[in-house]
Structure formats: C-alpha cells, structure tokens
C-alpha cells in the first residue's frame, strides 16, 4: 500500500508540473502584451492629447484641473487655422519639398550603393569608410559652407535650395549597399553573360531585389525632410515657400500661445506622414529586417 501511495504521488506531482510548466509560457506571454500594451499606451498618450487640445474651445485649454476630454469639443480651432494662415499653402510647399527630397535620394544613394557594392576599383572600401566617415560630422557644422554655396548659385529663396542639398545623404547610402551586398553574384553574372551593362544590373537585377529598402529609405527621407525645420528657416526667408514647419512657428505668439490653434496645426502636419507610414508599413518592416545582412 505504501508503495502504491508513493507512485501515486510521484504521478500526480509529474502531472502537476507539466501542467505547471504549460502555464509558465501562457503567463510570460500575458505579461509581455500587456507591457507592449502599456508602452504603446504611453507612446498614444501625447498624440491624444494633441488631438484633444486641437476639439478644445478657447479658454477651455489653460482649465485646471485638465481635462482630457473637451466637454464641448469644437472644430474651430481647424476652421480658424486655415482662415488665419496660408496652412494649405505651407502644406503644399512641405510635399514639394519632401516628395522630391524623397525620390532624388532614393535614386543617387541606391546608384552609389551600386557602385561601392557590386562595382571593383582600387580604394573602394578605403574610400566607403571615408564617406562613411562624414555621419560623425554635425549637420550644423556644414549649414554654413552649404548656405554659401547656396547663394552663389543664386538659389536662395527658392525650390532648388530647399530640396537639392538634402537629396544626397550618407545614411541612405549605407542603408542601400547593406541590401545590395545580400544579393547573389551569380544573378549579376548572369546578367554580364547576357550582354547587359551596369546600368542594366542596376536596374533590372539590383532594384527589384531591393525594393523594401528603398521603401524604408523613402519613409525615413520623407518624414526627416517633412519635419525639417532648421535648413527652410536658414534658406527662406519668403512667407510664399515656407514649409509647415515654418509656418507652425507663425502660430506661436511673442507673449502667449493659442495653444488650441497650435495644436490644430500640428494634427495636420501629423497626418500626412501617419497616411504614408500606414501604406508603405509592409516594406518598412521587411526594409529593417534586410538592413541586418552583412558583406
């Protein structure tokens, strides 16, 4: 009977731990979303409030306690900002700018990912790294020799100074030769066998293979050139071109701030970018996940 009773124990406590051992993944599991739950709460918390900000009547925003949601929401706020500034006209200079930012870097940083990835000449790799070398240099620091030759060329205050020193970036770069150096040599051969030049390989072999990067690449161009703020108040000095960046300063006042009309300026500077990062989400994901591969 002793015996029995002990074997009986032994099974229950082997039944009991693998059932305990089940639970273990379901609870780590349960404690993990819900901390992606609470940080992604705590990322939405300021967006909200911004939009909340932007339904608030005048007055209702310097109300303490704060209230999180307006009793009387009201889109005023939106019907005033675009009656008082030119907001369609800063909204109209900003995708100018961003979209063709966007489609010249895409296009000279994927070119010189080509020729420091798949082309051989002496001193490529010496010359990458000093290339590479310049993302440690400050921005700031190269604003003055830029505006300089900006005013030389006669481009200030205009489209050109605004877009085409922004068009080349390291960075992009970089990003474009880590995606070409995981494609097969035996592709590119293949393609030199069947008569085709380096412009062909580039573009008929490389460019499909790499086009979740480019999508990556286009989205960090597109939202850095869309929130830029420093290179258009250094540029332009004409209401006509200023981006929204620009003109989202106009809203702040000497001694107060209409913070309702403020932030009614910022949730439509905000959309446009949460529009495009929605659409091209899938090639941003899949642009990260090629950015991982090495020579």
């Not at 989202?248 to 006042?253: A, E, I």
Request: proline share 6%.
């Amino acid at each position: 009977m002793a015996m029995e009773n002990s074997s009986k124990a032994l099974v229950y406590q082997n039944i009991k731990s693998k059932k305990s051992k089940k639970r273990r993944p379901i609870i780590n599991k349960i404690l993990f979303y819900l901390l992606l739950i609470g940080g992604a709460s705590i990322m939405l918390i300021p967006f909200l409030w911004m939009v909340s900000t932007s339904l608030k009547p005048d007055g209702a925003t310097m109300v303490l306690p704060p209230k999180f949601v307006p009793n009387e929401p009201t889109t005023q706020n939106y019907e005033r900002v675009t009656q008082q500034f030119p907001m369609m006209r800063f909204l109209w200079n900003s995708i100018v700018v961003a979209v063709l930012t966007t489609i010249g870097q895409m296009i000279f940083s994927s070119m010189a990912a080509y020729a420091f990835a798949r082309m051989q000449f002496r001193g490529r790799d010496k010359l990458f790294l000093l290339y590479l070398a310049t993302m440690m240099v400050p921005t700031q620091v190269t604003m003055i020799p830029q505006f300089i030759l900006i005013k030389q060329f006669g481009w200030l205050d205009s489209y050109p100074g605004l877009i085409i020193p922004t068009m080349f970036a390291v960075f992009g770069t970089f990003l474009m030769r880590q995606a070409m150096l995981g494609i097969p040599r035996e592709l590119e051969e293949a393609a030199f066998m069947d008569g085709a030049n380096h412009f062909q390989v580039f573009y008929r072999v490389c460019l499909p293979l790499i086009k979740p990067m480019l999508a990556a690449l286009g989205i960090f161009t597109f939202m850095q050139s869309w929130n830029n703020f420093l290179w258009p108040l250094i540029v332009i000095s004409n209401q006509e071109l200023a981006t929204l960046p620009l003109g989202l300063s106009l809203l702040q006042g000497r001694w107060a701030t209409d913070w309702g009309l403020m932030m009614a300026g910022v949730v439509i500077s905000v959309l446009p970018i949460l529009i495009v990062y929605l659409f091209a989400q899938k090639y941003f994901i899949q642009g990260m996940t090629m950015s991982g591969m090495k020579e």
